[in-house]
Each structure stands twice: as structure tokens, then as C-alpha cells.
């Protein structure tokens, strides 16, 4: 059974920095590319950042130069970086995998985490 599972969100003074992780068990993640999404209350979700199974990494326009999508193979984990964090950041956050990486798309999610929830406060 394939599991995602998110870590790492909390509550943050806006300029400040959290790391999140996403830790996968059923699944080799270095065979897929992984994706951070993420829901702001009222909103829908979006695609946040990719990182594909050979390491390109995709970012929507609003986190660029502020957030970084990594992994971790031996870990078998995908991690999020996020500086500079301002409140309409705040939204929870889900790992996501399985899907298809076109152009900074990723379609056809198969896994989801169930979420962790970042609140950069003013």
C-alpha cells in the first residue's frame, strides 16, 4: 500500500522559514517525479513545485526564489523549503506523486498525502 506522508508544517512569523517533508513508504520515490500542492481556505488546490525522477524542478510563479523542491532518495523522502514566507502562504500543504511531469504541469496524481498545514502569521 503506498503512503505519503507529510511533515514539518506549523505556524511562522511571516519572513521566516519552514521545511517540509514528505516521507513515502510502498513506492520507490526515485523511480517518480514528486510534487508539492497546496489549499488556502476558499481556494482550490494548485501545484505548487515538482521535482522530477531525474531532478528538474518546476515552481509556480508565486514561490520562485523562495522556495526549493528536493529529495532524498537513500530517505526516500521529497522536501519542500519555503523562505521568505508570507501569509497568503498559508494553506495546507500535500504531498503528491504518481503523476505526469509536462512542461511545469503535473497531471494524473495516483498519491496523495493528506496534508500539513503551514499559517504564516503577520
Known amino acids: 500500500q503506498v503512503q505519503l506522508v507529510e511533515s514539518g508544517g506549523g505556524l511562522v512569523q511571516a519572513g521566516g522559514s519552514l521545511r517540509l517533508s514528505c516521507g513515502a513508504s510502498?513506492?520507490?520515490?526515485?523511480?517518480?517525479?514528486g510534487a508539492w500542492f497546496r489549499q488556502a481556505p476558499g481556494k482550490e488546490r494548485e501545484l505548487v513545485a515538482i521535482?522530477?525522477?531525474?531532478?528538474?524542478?518546476y515552481y509556480v510563479d508565486s514561490v520562485k526564489g523562495r522556495f526549493t523542491i528536493s529529495r532524498d532518495n537513500a530517505k526516500n523522502t521529497v522536501y519542500l523549503q519555503m523562505n521568505s514566507l508570507k501569509p497568503e502562504d498559508t494553506a495546507v500543504y500535500y504531498c503528491?506523486?504518481?503523476?505526469?511531469?509536462?512542461?511545469?504541469?503535473?497531471?494524473?496524481?495516483?498519491?496523495w498525502g493528506k496534508g500539513t498545514l503551514v499559517t504564516v502569521s503577520s
Open positions: 521535482i522530477s525522477s531525474g531532478g528538474n524542478t
Open positions: 510502498g513506492l520507490t520515490f526515485s523511480s517518480y517525479a
Open positions: 503528491a506523486a504518481g503523476g505526469t511531469v509536462v512542461g511545469g504541469n503535473y497531471y494524473g496524481v495516483r498519491y
